[in-house]
């Protein structure tokens, strides 16, 4: 007996590192094709793949891996997106320091959240933080109008880096190839952050919280953390949306940005490490083909959504992860 479970646990571990190598795998091959993403499909529609890809990742740090439901994410990339923005417009600084500003301001929405809600379940956490990103559109909209434009946001003029190497933000191809770059960078720390020991207790919270809390952990602490992470990647998030953009605009921080970065990261798999950033490219791409064709593509991208998320229960990337898991793995056993 001891020995079947000895087996058991050996076969449950060697499945998690076959995914684990074929996932860092794909990410790399993905890294590698990227660059040629602008000559397949429009520039723009490229670039804005990258930067959701980035937020749905970020997002994913807390329903895939923690097992916590946010519907208040909209705040961290808003909030984010409106620090960038604002030191930009009113400070006259560079590009480095507003994605610095905007990486910050993720940092402080999730450590406001935290402080509140974090010792919070299930709905009771989704509740707080949807309660709270909302705040932040409100007053974003009314009290500090002023500062952030209101309804208008704030249009940035034209941008541009001068160091290490000049880049013009101008020319679509140069901001494709800088989003990129920093995108790349952006999930590799993750990637790092979740393939660390760090990153196993996170799954292992999401698993059997009680069970954790037994073995001697601070649950609360580790969830802190990883909300203090998935709000810096939003935060960045948003800050690139501005250099993508060259605005903020209002709606970045409405509950429906919420909404929907849920869909994109449950259409990829929010069991896998590259499926949001896949949900998030699908997602993209059907409203943009849509909406070619007709005015109402929420109709149409929501039933599409519907019967994507029948035919892959485990959203498009974990579903192919678990059809390859079938055909060579256990084949193999």
Not at 113 to 138: E, T
Not at 286 to 307: C, K, N, Q
Request: a positive charge; hydrophobic letters at 55%.
């Amino acid at each position: 007996m001891h020995k079947s479970n000895g087996s058991n646990k050996s076969m449950i571990n060697r499945q998690g590192d076959w995914r684990t190598r074929f996932e860092f795998r794909a990410m790399i091959v993905a890294f590698i094709f990227a660059p040629f993403l602008p000559f397949i499909i429009s520039k723009p529609l490229a670039t804005e793949i990258i930067v959701y890809g980035l937020f749905a990742l970020g997002f994913n740090l807390l329903l895939g891996h923690t097992g916590i439901i946010s519907f208040g994410h909209a705040a961290y990339l808003g909030v984010g997106a409106y620090s960038a923005a604002m030191i930009v417009f009113y400070g006259e600084v560079g590009v480095w320091l507003a994605l610095l500003a905007a990486t910050i301001g993720g940092l402080l929405v999730a450590i406001m959240i935290g402080i509140l809600a974090i010792k919070r379940k299930g709905a009771y956490f989704a509740m707080i933080s949807l309660a709270i990103g909302q705040m932040f559109f409100f007053l974003t909209l009314s009290p500090l109008t002023r500062w952030t434009g209101g309804e208008d946001g704030l249009k940035l003029p034209p941008l541009s880096i001068d160091f290490p190497l000049y880049v013009n933000l101008s020319n679509q191809l140069h901001l494709y190839f800088f989003i990129l770059t920093i995108g790349c960078l952006a999930t590799l720390a993750q990637w790092r952050i979740l393939n660390s020991p760090f990153g196993h207790v996170l799954r292992a919270i999401r698993e059997n919280e009680d069970r954790i809390r037994a073995c001697g952990y601070n649950v609360s602490r580790v969830k802190f953390l990883s909300l203090i992470f998935s709000g810096l990647f939003s935060g960045l998030a948003g800050g690139l949306l501005v250099v993508y953009l060259g605005a903020a605009s209002i709606n970045l921080l409405f509950w429906m940005t919420s909404g929907v970065i849920v869909m994109k990261t449950v259409l990829g798999g929010t069991h896998t490490f590259f499926g949001p950033v896949i949900g998030a490219g699908v997602f993209l791409f059907l409203r943009s083909t849509i909406s070619e064709y007709t005015d109402r593509w929420e109709l149409w991208l929501g039933a599409l959504f519907m019967v994507l998320i029948l035919l892959f229960r485990e959203g498009i990337w974990g579903s192919l992860l678990n059809l390859i898991e079938k055909r060579f793995y256990h084949s193999k056993l």
